[in-house]
């Protein structure tokens, strides 16, 4: 693929602060190298914020990179990707699919009106009055997405349900039947922010709560996609990896150990032996790569959020000490989460993050890819006629030349040219 082969940063240099993608495609068509420039030199960065910067050992040479028959892979989060226009959904999956990018997350959960301006519809909550009481209108929206998913070669990370439900962003079913405190003024989708008011630790202590959730997790699990004739269960051509929650525990008071062991053990039961089970990552390194993940069985992927790093070095030494956790205890480890609400400073992040994730063989997924991007600073969405965008297609080049450091035989990979 003969775009791949150009200065996919110095792209983003160059258009940092423009989102015109007509300009975009312009500079695609007249500007090709012979030489790979892989270390940016860009102004992007508009805020005193400070960025992690990489260390010169980390300039990548594509001539110089070991290649072995297991890649690397990037992704995108995209948590309300079945709920955008359908030309929108097209769109990003042929951009996945165009530039090797192997996955794509969203999660089961309800979604605003004009969400994130969007255009998309509102969808209840699987749960959205009473826990035990479903609303299947999410899970027929997730089935057609799967389809055109499969279309396009591009797999999917379901994640189960989001904390953030339970009173923060959202208030769902188990919210009202646990009366934790929800924090928007009316009743739907928060606008005015989440934050530690909401404790949903109850969430996670009360028995029935958990009775409740399990049986959440069976009902989906168990649920049958009408296109393909089978149960969720057993898509593993079209589904790499169920998670237990959306940042189980952020934001509480107290920690439950345990918790997502025993789901995961519930999950372990339904699912086919290629789906893989995540954890769904924390809301900082330290929450995401707890040792109890890591010494339960049936979790297969601990997946790394975080967005306060304070430098390069502790984000590298953060990845770097989860791979090696997961190297050591026969666990996976993806770099899920991880974004700015700066749209001039995100490209000079997401090279900071992928180039650490590449280095160390952990694929990467940044927060997030919807249709329009975020251009107000008030959020952390960006589309393809942003500077960030070229960043992440260079993430799926590093993909292909750097070796990873986990095995991932639920996907196709080292085909991207």
């Known amino acids: 693929m003969a775009m791949l082969r150009i200065s996919l940063v110095a792209l983003s240099c160059a258009h940092a602060l423009q989102s015109d993608l007509s300009a975009t495609n312009n500079w695609y068509h007249h500007h090709h190298f012979s030489s790979y420039h892989f270390r940016p030199h860009c102004p992007t960065t508009t805020t005193t914020t400070p960025i992690p910067l990489v260390p010169e050992r980390m300039v990548l040479d594509p001539r110089?990179?070991?290649?072995t028959n297991q890649c690397n892979w990037g992704g995108v989060n995209s948590y309300l990707l079945y709920?955008?226009?359908?030309?929108?959904?097209?769109?990003i999956l042929s951009d996945l699919q165009s530039f090797g990018l192997k996955a794509v997350r969203v999660w089961v959960a309800g979604v605003d009106k004009n969400a994130k301006g969007t255009g998309s519809p509102f969808v209840p909550h699987f749960e959205p009055k009473h826990m035990?009481?479903?609303?299947?209108?999410?899970?027929?929206?997730?089935?057609k997405l799967m389809l055109k998913a499969q279309q396009y070669g591009i797999k999917l990370i379901i994640a189960l349900h989001d904390r953030y439900a339970l009173g923060c962003w959202s208030c769902d079913g188990y919210q009202k039947d646990l009366k934790l405190k929800c924090l928007p003024e009316e009743k739907g989708f928060s606008t005015t922010g989440c934050t530690s008011a909401n404790d949903g630790t109850k969430f996670y202590q009360d028995e029935n709560a958990t009775k409740f959730y399990d049986q959440r997790l069976e009902t989906i699990l168990n649920h049958t996609n009408p296109y393909f004739k089978k149960k969720w269960s057993e898509?593993?051509?079209?589904?790499?990896?169920f998670e237990i929650q959306n940042e189980a525990q952020g934001l509480d008071s107290s920690w439950v150990s345990g918790w997502h062991c025993a789901r995961a053990n519930v999950m372990r039961k339904l699912l086919h032996s290629e789906i893989l089970i995540g954890t769904g990552g924390g809301r900082a390194f330290a929450d995401s790569s707890r040792p109890e993940f890591f010494n339960c069985t049936n979790i297969d992927v601990v997946t790394l959020h975080?967005?306060?790093?304070?430098?390069?070095?502790?984000?590298?030494?953060?990845?770097?000490?989860?791979?090696?956790?997961?190297?050591?205890?026969?666990?996976?480890?993806?770099?899920?989460?991880?974004?700015?609400?700066?749209?001039?400073?995100?490209?000079d992040l997401f090279y900071a993050h992928i180039s650490a994730a590449a280095d160390?063989?952990?694929?990467?997924?940044?927060?997030?890819?919807?249709?329009?991007?975020?251009?107000?600073?008030h959020d952390l969405e960006f589309d393809d006629r942003q500077a960030a965008w070229p960043v992440v297609v260079y993430g799926a080049l590093l993909g292909k030349m750097k070796p990873a450091s986990f095995e991932w035989s639920n996907l196709e990979l080292c085909n991207v040219s």
């Open 64 to 67: 110089n990179t070991d290649k």
């Open 83 to 91: 709920a955008l226009p359908e030309d929108h959904q097209d769109t």
């Open 132 to 143: 035990g009481e479903y609303d299947y209108t999410v899970l027929n929206m997730i089935d």
């Open 235 to 241: 898509l593993k051509e079209v589904v790499a990896m």
């Open 306 to 347: 975080d967005y306060n790093a304070p430098n390069w070095t502790d984000m590298y030494n953060s990845i770097e000490k989860a791979r090696d956790l997961g190297m050591k205890h026969g666990k996976k480890v993806v770099h899920e989460e991880f974004g700015t609400k700066d749209r001039y400073k995100r490209p």
């Open 360 to 377: 160390l063989g952990v694929p990467f997924m940044p927060w997030e890819y919807v249709i329009p991007g975020n251009t107000d600073g």
